[in-house]
């Protein structure tokens, strides 16, 4: 079986003038990147924003394996099959880390015949937008300590110093170090940690900023620090909006590039799911609706976090309207959350199956709640019996909810048709999308209803330091916006060892945050970290280029 990279190296791809003229983009809006891949200046929004929107699909997942269930490679494989059927379809997904890619995940450029091309250059540097955001946090960061070091004008306590700086890998040992800022006075030494870069908010203001001057007012409020006394220190203080606007001039352009199939796709920012919002730009979303009559996106992780924050962060900010999502299952993910052995779930046994149904029953009921109609696609594996997948079809049947089977992984577009007809057909329904809570409600509210209608939590408790740092938002009235809850992608609770849907459990907020450039609060749930690990055997350890400059390893 071959991998997904030497399928990739395989491909034929076609000059991205010949993609972009499919999607009705001209030469003079784009810059190009070599011959595979462009950015998108603003002219091109010019021209086309007056244009009628298409219809918008989010695909989504239940809670998946630790290897993830195919949601990048179900949505690209969809788009595919819509374009092959003859429906102009574009596809928006988000850039992939650096820090899975080497770590546990691997790539985020989907797989088998459904992958998006360069597979290899899209899964490494791109077109270094997530470097410019590194960058441009970084440079923050030492501005904020330069500034403290040579006077400290703005009254700064340095103990309350909130800017992280960050990196695009895990790294377990940044997560704790020391600044030190100056040996004769220990007043200027202060612990600190590092986030991944893809958990930085400059990441989430740029994949929500709607142009130039839209990023710039949301990089001016960004809250750096609080002084002495303990009033909030804005970006905007420290003079140095400009300069970190000209290191994300390109960044916040779109990429255009292309599926297997030669399918139009805009891949632009990549906040995590579980950290932070999950979604890809709110302009390359938009680009895609006006290009296009269907719009096929994702948002990551299970809907308990990606599809929950695509609704009630980007839908609510940008204003935008979707009107169908897809919820992936796996066999082998019902299995697992039927409390089946990781290792053993590739081996046919329907009481797991059964039982771990309980997971796709609470996604599929927390889509309705907010009004939008759902289809179930079943990604089906070669290990997967006809009787299972049946199972699973009247378990969706008794829901309300089409199933689809899809095979895209092994056949591409073509095996999509299924999924792309029940696309179709409930795309005839009319969607009455609503965000699940009011942003005029308290903090503790939001986070409440969150944790108890979408994860189906008993409790919630908030630490004595979770307390406190919402006491200052509200006192600073910073709190009437979103809130977007981190925790762990692998169960509906904040511990990833407990599967399935369970009933009468506590959901406990260790920390909260303000976001204030991107809009919306971060609860931190359970022992989620910004910066994550790597696993005992990295993905890195498999990669390697020979003297041609071949890639191998990378999947």
């Not at 081996?347 to 009921?365: D, I, P, Y």
């Not at 309300?400 to 329904?429: F, N, P, Q």
């Not at 009437?480 to 992608?489: D, L, R």
Request: proline content about 4%.
């Amino acid at each position: 079986m071959k991998t997904d990279i030497q399928i990739a190296q395989e491909a034929r791809i076609q000059s991205i003038d010949v993609i972009a003229k499919k999607a009705g983009i001209k030469k003079e809006e784009m810059e190009f990147y070599g011959q595979y891949k462009a950015k998108l200046k603003p002219e091109l929004w010019k021209r086309i924003k007056k244009n009628k929107d298409g219809k918008l699909v989010l695909v989504t997942a239940i809670n998946p394996t630790p290897a993830g269930e195919g949601k990048t490679t179900t949505s690209i494989g969809l788009v595919q099959a819509m374009n092959k059927m003859g429906h102009k379809t574009i596809l928006a997904l988000r850039e992939p880390s650096l820090g899975p890619c080497m770590g546990i995940k691997g790539g985020a450029a989907g797989g088998g015949y459904s992958q998006v091309m360069p597979m290899d250059e899209i899964n490494l540097h791109f077109t270094g937008d997530i470097h410019a955001i590194t960058t441009a946090n970084n440079l923050l960061a030492a501005i904020i300590d330069n500034h403290i070091y040579h006077g400290n004008a703005l009254g700064i306590d340095p103990k309350k110093v909130t800017w992280k700086r960050c990196m695009d890998l895990n790294d377990r040992a940044l997560r704790n170090v020391t600044v030190d800022l100056s040996k004769k006075n220990k007043e200027l030494r202060r612990p600190e940690n590092f986030n991944i870069s893809v958990a930085s908010e400059i990441m989430a203001i740029l994949c929500l900023a709607e142009n130039m001057t839209d990023l710039k007012k949301k990089i001016d409020k960004i809250i750096v620090a609080y002084d002495f006394q303990d009033r909030p220190v804005f970006a905007k203080s420290l003079k140095v909006t400009g300069a970190l606007a000209v290191l994300l001039k390109d960044a916040l352009k779109p990429n255009l590039v292309q599926t297997l199939e030669h399918t139009p796709a805009i891949i632009h920012g990549g906040p995590f799911a579980n950290i932070a919002h999950g979604c890809n730009s709110v302009l390359a979303t938009r680009y895609g609706l006006k290009l296009g009559d269907y719009l096929i996106t994702e948002a990551g992780f299970g809907a308990d976090l990606g599809a929950e924050k695509f609704f009630d962060i980007k839908c609510r900010l940008a204003k935008l309207r979707p009107d169908a999502v897809v919820i992936v299952a796996t066999i082998r993910s019902l299995k697992y959350n039927g409390g089946m052995e990781l290792s053993e779930v590739k081996n046919v046994n329907l009481h797991f199956l059964e039982k771990g149904v309980a997971n796709l029953e609470k996604h599929v009921e927390n889509i309705k709640k907010f009004g939008v109609p759902a289809i179930v696609a079943v990604n089906v594996f070669p290990t997967d019996i006809r009787e299972e997948i049946d199972y699973v079809r009247k378990v969706c049947r008794d829901l309300g909810v089409e199933m689809a089977v899809s095979r895209v992984w092994a056949e591409g577009g073509k095996g999509g048709k299924d999924l792309a007809d029940s696309v179709l057909k409930t795309l005839r329904k009319k969607s009455k999308f609503k965000p699940l809570y009011g942003t005029e409600k308290s903090i503790s509210e939001k986070i409440n209803i969150i944790a108890k209608e979408i994860y189906g939590a008993k409790n919630v408790i908030l630490s004595a330091k979770a307390k406190e740092e919402i006491k200052k938002i509200e006192k600073n009235k910073l709190d009437k916006v979103p809130v977007c809850i981190a925790k762990t992608q692998y169960s509906l609770t904040d511990n990833p060892k407990i599967l399935g849907r369970p009933k009468n459990f506590t959901v406990t907020i260790s920390e909260v945050r303000i976001s204030n450039g991107a809009g919306f609060v971060v609860a931190l749930s359970g022992d989620i970290m910004t910066m994550p690990g790597l696993p005992k055997i990295p993905a890195a350890e498999g990669i390697d280029i020979d003297e041609k400059g071949i890639i191998e390893g990378l999947f």
